[in-house]
Protein backbone atom coordinates (compact mmCIF):
# COMPACT_ATOMS: atom_id res chain seq x y z
CA UNK A 1 0.00 0.00 0.00
CA UNK A 2 1.12 3.46 -0.60
CA UNK A 3 0.55 6.26 2.37
CA UNK A 4 1.99 9.99 2.17
CA UNK A 5 1.64 12.02 5.19
CA UNK A 6 2.36 15.74 5.72
CA UNK A 7 2.07 16.48 9.19
CA UNK A 8 1.67 20.17 9.16
CA UNK A 9 -1.80 21.42 7.83
CA UNK A 10 -0.93 24.55 8.64
CA UNK A 11 2.57 26.54 8.07
CA UNK A 12 2.90 30.24 8.95
CA UNK A 13 6.39 32.08 8.11
CA UNK A 14 7.65 35.54 7.67
CA UNK A 15 8.93 36.82 4.00
CA UNK A 16 12.38 36.27 3.83
CA UNK A 17 12.56 33.34 6.07
CA UNK A 18 13.64 29.95 5.42
CA UNK A 19 10.84 27.41 4.19
CA UNK A 20 10.15 23.50 4.41
CA UNK A 21 7.42 21.04 4.14
CA UNK A 22 7.51 18.21 5.26
CA UNK A 23 6.68 15.43 3.61
CA UNK A 24 6.96 11.49 4.76
CA UNK A 25 6.10 8.69 2.39
CA UNK A 26 5.68 4.92 2.58
CA UNK A 27 5.63 2.44 -0.45
CA UNK A 28 7.12 -0.81 -0.38
CA UNK A 29 9.05 -0.69 -4.41
CA UNK A 30 10.53 2.16 -6.20
CA UNK A 31 8.87 5.23 -5.75
CA UNK A 32 8.17 8.53 -8.37
CA UNK A 33 7.73 11.62 -5.80
CA UNK A 34 5.92 15.02 -6.74
CA UNK A 35 5.05 17.94 -5.02
CA UNK A 36 1.75 19.83 -6.63
CA UNK A 37 0.78 23.32 -5.75
CA UNK A 38 -2.56 24.93 -5.88
CA UNK A 39 -2.89 28.79 -5.74
CA UNK A 40 -6.11 30.66 -4.51
CA UNK A 41 -8.51 30.49 -7.53
CA UNK A 42 -5.80 28.50 -9.40
CA UNK A 43 -5.90 24.51 -10.08
CA UNK A 44 -3.87 22.13 -8.83
CA UNK A 45 -0.36 22.17 -10.68
CA UNK A 46 3.02 20.37 -10.72
CA UNK A 47 5.67 22.18 -8.88
CA UNK A 48 8.48 19.65 -9.14
CA UNK A 49 9.29 16.09 -9.40
CA UNK A 50 11.92 13.97 -7.58
CA UNK A 51 13.32 12.41 -11.15
CA UNK A 52 13.59 15.82 -12.93
CA UNK A 53 15.75 17.56 -9.99
CA UNK A 54 15.28 21.03 -10.92
CA UNK A 55 14.55 23.57 -8.86
CA UNK A 56 11.51 25.37 -9.52
CA UNK A 57 10.76 29.17 -8.32
CA UNK A 58 13.24 28.96 -5.80
CA UNK A 59 11.99 25.36 -4.62
CA UNK A 60 13.75 22.16 -4.22
CA UNK A 61 13.17 18.40 -2.65
CA UNK A 62 15.40 15.44 -2.01
CA UNK A 63 14.45 11.71 -1.72
CA UNK A 64 16.14 10.44 1.09
CA UNK A 65 15.15 6.82 0.78
CA UNK A 66 16.39 6.15 4.47
CA UNK A 67 14.48 8.50 5.96
CA UNK A 68 11.17 7.89 3.28
CA UNK A 69 10.92 11.60 3.37
CA UNK A 70 10.83 14.44 0.29
CA UNK A 71 10.33 17.53 2.03
CA UNK A 72 10.00 21.01 0.10
CA UNK A 73 12.57 23.92 0.69
CA UNK A 74 12.93 27.23 0.23
CA UNK A 75 15.42 29.08 1.18
CA UNK A 76 13.44 32.68 1.27
CA UNK A 77 9.77 32.80 1.56
CA UNK A 78 8.32 35.25 -1.12
CA UNK A 79 4.27 36.36 0.00
CA UNK A 80 3.60 34.75 -3.71
CA UNK A 81 4.78 31.62 -1.91
CA UNK A 82 1.36 31.19 -0.16
CA UNK A 83 -0.80 28.37 -1.34
CA UNK A 84 -1.74 24.91 -0.92
CA UNK A 85 0.78 21.99 -1.14
CA UNK A 86 0.37 18.58 -1.67
CA UNK A 87 3.12 16.04 -1.81
CA UNK A 88 2.37 12.82 -4.45
CA UNK A 89 3.30 9.45 -4.94
CA UNK A 90 3.37 7.41 -7.62
CA UNK A 91 4.99 3.92 -8.12
CA UNK A 92 8.24 4.21 -10.66
CA UNK A 93 7.37 1.34 -12.60
CA UNK A 94 4.27 -0.79 -13.56
CA UNK A 95 2.60 1.27 -16.52
CA UNK A 96 -0.18 4.08 -15.77
CA UNK A 97 0.69 6.95 -12.74
CA UNK A 98 -1.77 6.08 -10.12
CA UNK A 99 -0.89 9.65 -7.87
CA UNK A 100 -1.24 8.96 -4.09
CA UNK A 101 -1.13 12.16 -2.39
CA UNK A 102 -0.98 13.98 0.88
CA UNK A 103 -3.53 15.98 3.15
CA UNK A 104 -2.11 19.22 2.17
CA UNK A 105 -0.22 21.98 3.56
CA UNK A 106 -1.41 25.37 3.65
CA UNK A 107 1.42 27.80 3.54
CA UNK A 108 1.16 31.09 5.05
CA UNK A 109 3.48 33.64 4.19
CA UNK A 110 3.30 36.84 6.12
CA UNK A 111 5.12 40.43 5.32
CA UNK B 1 -5.39 25.76 -25.58
CA UNK B 2 -7.95 25.35 -22.76
CA UNK B 3 -6.10 23.02 -20.95
CA UNK B 4 -8.52 20.63 -19.14
CA UNK B 5 -12.37 21.25 -18.79
CA UNK B 6 -14.78 19.75 -16.34
CA UNK B 7 -18.42 20.49 -16.53
CA UNK B 8 -20.93 21.02 -14.79
CA UNK B 9 -19.11 23.31 -12.21
CA UNK B 10 -21.33 22.73 -9.27
CA UNK B 11 -23.76 19.89 -8.79
CA UNK B 12 -26.91 19.25 -6.44
CA UNK B 13 -28.37 15.80 -6.17
CA UNK B 14 -29.99 13.57 -3.82
CA UNK B 15 -29.67 10.40 -1.99
CA UNK B 16 -29.78 7.41 -3.99
CA UNK B 17 -29.66 9.85 -7.81
CA UNK B 18 -26.77 9.03 -9.75
CA UNK B 19 -25.11 11.37 -11.84
CA UNK B 20 -22.77 11.92 -14.75
CA UNK B 21 -19.52 14.16 -14.72
CA UNK B 22 -17.51 15.12 -17.82
CA UNK B 23 -14.08 16.00 -19.00
CA UNK B 24 -12.12 17.23 -21.99
CA UNK B 25 -8.29 16.28 -21.65
CA UNK B 26 -5.74 19.24 -22.92
CA UNK B 27 -5.01 19.28 -26.59
CA UNK B 28 -2.61 16.04 -27.36
CA UNK B 29 -3.42 14.24 -24.20
CA UNK B 30 -4.34 10.65 -24.35
CA UNK B 31 -4.86 9.58 -20.92
CA UNK B 32 -7.13 10.60 -18.14
CA UNK B 33 -7.40 10.08 -14.71
CA UNK B 34 -10.22 11.10 -12.29
CA UNK B 35 -10.06 11.95 -8.63
CA UNK B 36 -11.86 12.57 -5.58
CA UNK B 37 -10.97 15.43 -3.00
CA UNK B 38 -12.93 15.77 0.11
CA UNK B 39 -12.88 18.63 2.17
CA UNK B 40 -9.80 19.22 4.25
CA UNK B 41 -8.63 16.35 2.15
CA UNK B 42 -5.86 15.43 -0.60
CA UNK B 43 -7.32 14.26 -3.85
CA UNK B 44 -7.57 10.41 -4.17
CA UNK B 45 -7.32 8.44 -6.64
CA UNK B 46 -10.76 6.71 -8.27
CA UNK B 47 -9.52 5.29 -11.88
CA UNK B 48 -7.59 5.77 -15.26
CA UNK B 49 -8.47 5.58 -18.65
CA UNK B 50 -5.91 5.12 -21.77
CA UNK B 51 -7.18 3.73 -25.15
CA UNK B 52 -10.87 3.64 -24.08
CA UNK B 53 -10.12 1.59 -21.42
CA UNK B 54 -9.78 1.62 -17.65
CA UNK B 55 -5.89 0.94 -16.92
CA UNK B 56 -5.99 1.78 -13.31
CA UNK B 57 -8.55 1.52 -10.28
CA UNK B 58 -8.67 2.89 -7.01
CA UNK B 59 -10.22 1.61 -3.75
CA UNK B 60 -13.61 2.69 -5.19
CA UNK B 61 -16.39 1.03 -5.07
CA UNK B 62 -18.66 -0.36 -8.34
CA UNK B 63 -21.11 2.58 -8.14
CA UNK B 64 -18.17 4.70 -9.23
CA UNK B 65 -17.61 3.77 -13.16
CA UNK B 66 -16.08 5.62 -16.28
CA UNK B 67 -15.71 5.77 -19.60
CA UNK B 68 -13.10 7.35 -22.51
CA UNK B 69 -14.12 8.26 -25.83
CA UNK B 70 -12.39 7.99 -29.16
CA UNK B 71 -11.43 11.79 -29.00
CA UNK B 72 -9.92 10.90 -25.56
CA UNK B 73 -12.71 12.78 -23.64
CA UNK B 74 -13.98 10.80 -20.61
CA UNK B 75 -16.91 10.62 -18.14
CA UNK B 76 -17.42 9.74 -14.43
CA UNK B 77 -20.62 7.99 -13.79
CA UNK B 78 -21.60 7.59 -10.00
CA UNK B 79 -25.02 5.24 -9.18
CA UNK B 80 -26.66 5.32 -5.76
CA UNK B 81 -25.13 8.51 -4.13
CA UNK B 82 -24.41 8.89 -0.77
CA UNK B 83 -23.93 11.60 1.45
CA UNK B 84 -20.47 10.82 1.53
CA UNK B 85 -20.01 10.96 -2.26
CA UNK B 86 -20.23 15.29 -1.69
CA UNK B 87 -16.68 16.01 -2.99
CA UNK B 88 -14.59 17.97 -5.70
CA UNK B 89 -14.21 15.94 -8.27
CA UNK B 90 -11.34 16.08 -10.79
CA UNK B 91 -9.48 15.01 -13.79
CA UNK B 92 -6.35 15.09 -15.05
CA UNK B 93 -4.92 14.49 -18.10
CA UNK B 94 -1.59 13.31 -19.12
CA UNK B 95 0.54 13.71 -22.63
CA UNK B 96 0.73 10.25 -24.43
CA UNK B 97 4.23 8.21 -23.02
CA UNK B 98 4.57 10.98 -19.79
CA UNK B 99 1.22 9.53 -17.97
CA UNK B 100 3.24 11.19 -14.31
CA UNK B 101 2.55 14.49 -16.04
CA UNK B 102 -0.63 15.19 -14.92
CA UNK B 103 -2.31 18.59 -15.57
CA UNK B 104 -5.52 19.04 -13.79
CA UNK B 105 -9.13 20.86 -14.08
CA UNK B 106 -10.76 23.06 -12.16
CA UNK B 107 -13.03 20.27 -10.74
CA UNK B 108 -16.63 19.56 -10.15
CA UNK B 109 -18.40 20.33 -7.25
CA UNK B 110 -20.66 17.36 -6.45
CA UNK B 111 -22.97 18.11 -3.39
CA UNK B 112 -25.65 14.81 -2.41
CA UNK B 113 -28.28 16.33 -0.30
Known amino acids: AQRVTQPEKLLSVFKGAPVELKCNYS??????LFWYVQYSRQRLQLLLR??SRESIKGFTADLNKGETSFHLKKPFAQEEDSAMYYC?????????????FGTGTQLKVEL | DAGVTQSPTHLIKTRGQQVTLRCSPK?????VSWYQQALGQGPQFIFQ???????QRGNFPDRFSGHQFPNYSSELNVNALLLGDSALYLC????????????FGPGTRLTVT
Open chain 2, 92 to 103: ASSPPGQSYEQY
Open chain 1, 27 to 32: YSGSPE
Open chain 1, 50 to 51: HI
Open chain 1, 88 to 100: ALSPLTGGGNKLT
Open chain 2, 27 to 31: SGHDT
Open chain 2, 49 to 55: YYEEEER
